[in-house]
């Protein structure tokens, strides 16, 4: 994101960590509706500075429409995360 915000629209890059193991599933809810990644790219172990627990992944959003967006993440042993963001 850059210092105006996450924008309603436009392609945005956003890097999550998530514990647990398999796959990873992500999918965004919110008033334009149910929104997949427009890609993913799972970050190898030295692919990144940011030293926490679990594996990391790349992503690219555009979120339709301006509000709430609930980002929901699943890990194909079970493991679930949420994230809710602002687009404006």
Known sequence: MDDNGLRAGREEKIVFRMTGLGALSIQAAGP?????????????????????P?????????????????VTATRAEGAIATLTLRAT
């Open 54 to 70: 679990g594996d990391e992944w790349g992503t690219g959003w555009i979120f339709p429409a301006a509000g709430c967006w609930t």
């Open 32 to 52: 334009g509706g149910t929104v997949e990644p427009t890609w993913i790219e799972e970050h190898g172990p030295d692919g990144s500075n940011w030293q926490r």
